[in-house]
Nanobody, 126 residues
Framework: QVQLVESGGGLVQAGGSLRLSCAAS????????MGWFRQAPGKEREFVAV????????YYADSVKGRFIISRDNAKNTVYLQMNSLKPEDTAVYYC???????????????????WGQGTQVTVSS
């Protein structure tokens, strides 16, 4: 049973930083691309960032490029999202996700991710 557990969300002022973590279990973590998505109230869940199985490839949504950094520690089965220069429009529930297929797949589409965490709330006040 694959489990993804996010942590690190909270309330922060605009311009501040947060670091989200996602601990994975139940499959060989290092074999799969991992992603972060977010969903604001009344909006669709949207792509934020993705990292390949080795960490060698990353890709970001334009809205977070230059402010957010995705990374992973395969020895700890954990993926991170460092969020800097936060804006009120970053307010959302953030979800981590694990790819449906193995190491060769790398993408941003939600359908490519089979397993999802429960989400962690990030609120940025102005």
């Amino acid at each position: 049973q694959v489990q993804l557990v996010e942590s690190g969300g909270g309330l922060v002022q605009a311009g501040g930083s947060l670091r989200l973590s996602c601990a994975a279990s139940g499959r060989t973590f290092s074999s799969y691309t991992m992603g972060w998505f977010r969903q604001a109230p009344g909006k669709e869940r949207e792509f934020v960032a993705v990292i390949s199985w080795s960490g060698g490839n990353t890709y970001y949504a334009d809205s977070v490029k230059g402010r957010f950094i995705i990374s992973r520690d395969n020895a700890k089965n954990t993926v991170y999202l460092q969020m800097n220069s936060l804006k009120p429009e970053d307010t959302a529930v953030y979800y981590c996700a694990s790819a449906r297929t193995g190491s060769t797949w790398f993408g941003t589409d939600r359908s490519g991710f089979a397993f999802w965490g429960q989400g962690t709330q990030v609120t940025v006040s102005s």
